[in-house]
Every structure is written in C-alpha cells, then in structure tokens.
C-alpha cells in the first residue's frame, strides 16, 4: 500500500492506493484547499500564516497516514515551494508535522509524474497524445506515445497567479477575460511548434481545474462536457454574465474553486486558441496517481532514476568500466564504514556511474562540470534533492573538502565522500582492489590499512594518499594510514 501527497499552489491533495494486479485502486483520498500560493507576499515570501495553514493541514494528513499499513509514503511539492524565497525555512516544520521528507520537484519532474498517471489510467500503448495540467501556480504539457514520454514542459503559469493579476478586484468582464487570454497566449507561443497537431492524436486535461471545468459545463447545460472552444467560451460568458466573483452560482462549483475559476478558463482557452486545439477531454488521473504507480515502480525495481543516470552516462560518453569498476570499490567501502542509514547507498552508487562526466567539457577541473551538470540537468524521476546530494558527491570525489561548506556535518554522507574518494583514487593509480584487501574505518578520525605491497608497485600513490590526508586535515579529520601484508 502507497501513498502520494501533493503539495500544490491551490490544494494540498492525498491518494493512499492499494496495487491490486494491473491497477492501483485508490482507498483513501483527502484534500485542502489552502491555496499556498496565493500566500506569497510581495518579496515571493511565504506569510507566516499560510505557512500556518499549511502546517495544519499537514498535521491533518499526517492522523490519516497514520492510520494505513503503508509500504512507502512520498511527498512532492510543485511551483509555490520551487519559487517561494523562504521554502528552506518552511520545509523541516513542514517535514516534521507530516512526519515524511518533503521533495521539490521539477516541472519536468512533475510533468513525467502527470503523464505516468493518465498513461496508467489509459492503458491505450500505441496512442499518440498530449497531456495538459493546469494548476495553482505552473502548466505543463506532456506530449507521448503510450507509455513513453517525447517531450515536456512546464510554464510558470497557473490559476492562482493568473486569477490574481486580471480578476483580483473580483469583477468579471469582457474585457479583464480578454487580456487574461491575450497573456497566456504569449506564454505559449514559444512552445506552439513543439505540441503542434500533427503530433497527437488525443488530448487530455488532468488537473482538478480540467475537471471542473468540464463539469462546469455539463452540470449547468453549457455542452457535452468536453473542453472545446465553444463550450468554454459559453462558461466564460456565463461568468461574465455573474459580474462578480461573489455572484458566481454555478450547479456542481465547489465555494474554493470560484475565485481562481477564471484563471484556469484563461489559460486554457490561450492554450487551445494558440495550438489550434479544438477540445480536451478531462481525465481523472494526473500527478497523485503518477507518485503511486512510481513508488510501486521502484518497489518493483523498474527505477526510473536508474535508467535516467545510464542515459546521462551514455549521452556524455562515460567509460563504463571505469564507472562500474569506481561503483564496486566505493560500494565494498562504503558497508565497511557502516553508515547509520541507507539513504546514500544508491546516491553513492549513481555518483560513481556518472563521476567522469565533466570529461566531456574539460580533463582540468572535470569534477567540477561533473557536477554543475549533475545539478542542473533533467533527470527524470529524481527531486531536486536528490540531484543535488549526487552532485555534492560528484564534486567531493577529488580536490580539497572545504568547497563542500559544511556537508560534512552529516556523518553518513562523510562516509560516502571518504568510500567514493579512496575508490576514484584506487581507480586512478591502476590498483585491482578486492573488498577484503582494503580496511577503512571512520569515528574520531579516518583509519586506512592497505597493503604494503601496493606502494611498491604503485609509485604515485604514495604522493596521492599524503594529499589525501592533507584534504581531511584541513576539514579537522585526522587520517592515520597503517601498511600490512
């Protein structure tokens, strides 16, 4: 049993869902909408009482998760938290009232999860489509075959913001509609060529804004349900008709949907008018169920992160003998070292697969563009974290650990600094280590026993193994190094 929570511009939202064959059968849902992103103040600071809202609601969430025998638990945060200046400072109160890590995800992220889930949900492998998500605070736009994902992208455009800047006196009229729709056409404009029509033969609205806009529609005998041109421009009259927020009375309109309505009809009549789109179908499947077919992915062992870093590794030309060969050094190291947790098992073994890609920028400094592209890179079905803590061990392999500014505060990610360093250095002086030949212990100071013989036949190492204990020393680590056999 999973369960995925979504920390969103608009709503926070819940799935706790159960594999049962081919399908994931939801068992529990909850939502809040506490509209996170209409909390950003005029600096992009989050208040502190939508942080407060937020907490409560968290806590809230926390009681019914609780409540279920649950397998893996993950919890992803989109646009507001990507953006909000003060998102360090909120996120461990945040961590700790839901009592799960909390992960910023990328658009891209967010984008791969929204098409996982309506490609699950679909379950048609040869159809060509596009995926539109129109959220709080960002829109993206997945297009696919089936299963496989060709191209996405998200747009730092959503109901909350849009809603905000044309409807935030609250009336409603032709002209505050038309210069919304004029706005979101010039956000889309750019992509037009890339989600052309000749590209899909589907398109599917997955966002709750979707969803009601389409019920909207049905509920209040505007149209078939559909997302087409003419039916949305008979809402947007009909709210215009209403002149005021406060008067919309729509059959099926939930009281928190009304005031960022309009927002979400803006974008996506811009979208559709800009692509030449004549309708969308909403789809009950988006970015929750994605989160849920994803956990069970990876307890399947079908991690997508592990195909992503073997692409990014075959993309910049990495040796992967010398990759595989830096990963089973590091890995033997690393359980001798003991760590507390497993949190940087598989971060210390993607870094090791992907160590020497800055080769392809520059041999000098090569750890350092290793490690910029690392960061800053599209790796599907990583978090920013993530992508940032292989980066930091990226960086670490080599040179001196002050650049680190205080990582190795965390014992455990000391430990896989220490296992990936002596395995890159072993590496390089051409040294063909067994697990049992090396000894390696890490508490008040760094404990290396190697063989005598190596030093001998390996005349540089000596050199390397006394830069290395100058490199600790300078971060207060003392490494005492003993010779045997």
Known sequence: ?????????????????????????????????????AGLDHKGCLTEQAMQCAL??????????????????????????RIARNAGVFLPAAEQAIGYPIEIISGEEEGRLIYMGVAAVLATPAERRLVIDIGGGSTELI?????????????????????????????????SFENAILSARSRFEDGVNAYLPARWEHVYGSSGTARALGDAIVRNGLGDGKLSQKNLEALKNRLIGFGHVSRIELAGMKPDRAPIIMGGLAILLGILQEMRIKSVVPIEAGLRMGVLWDLQLRATRRDRREQSVEEF???????????????????????????????????????????????????????????????????????TREQRSVSRLVLAQ?????????????????????????????????????????RVKLKSRIELEIRQGWLLEHRTLAYWIDREKEFWNE?????????GG
């Open 143 to 175: 297009l696919g075959c089936g299963g496989e994902i060709e191209q996405v992208e998200s747009f730092g455009i959503g109901t909350v913001g849009h809603s905000q800047e044309f409807f935030a006196d609250g009336v409603i009229d032709a002209v």
């Open 313 to 383: 590794a075959r993309r910049f030309h990495v040796d992967r003998k010398r990759a595989a060969r830096v990963a089973d050094i590091a890995a033997a190291l690393y359980v001798q070292l003991k760590p507390a947790s497993d949190d940087y098992d598989r971060h210390l073994q993607w870094a090791a697969a992907t160590h020497e890609i800055g080769m392809a920028v520059s041999h000098s400094g090569y750890h350092k563009h290793g490690a910029y592209l690392l960061e800053n890179a599209d790796l599907p079905g990583f978090t």
């Open 1 to 37: 049993m999973y369960a995925a929570v979504d920390l969103g511009s608009n709503s926070f939202r819940m799935h706790i869902g159960e594999h049962d064959g081919d399908a994931i059968r939801v068992v529990k849902s909850a939502r809040d909408p506490i509209r996170l992103g």
């Open 398 to 438: 080599k040179g001196n650990l002050r650049k680190l500014n205080g990582a190795l505060e965390d014992i455990d990610f000391t430990k896989a600094v220490l296992a990936l360093r002596l395995a890159v250095m072993l590496m390089h002086s051409r040294i063909d280590v067994l697990a049992d030949e090396m």
């Open 56 to 81: 409560d609601c968290l806590s809230n969430f926390r009681g019914i998760l609780n409540a279920y025998p649950l397998d893996a638990v993950r919890v992803v945060a989109t646009n507001t938290l």
């Open 475 to 483: 971060v207060g680590i003392e490494m005492a190094i003993r010779t």
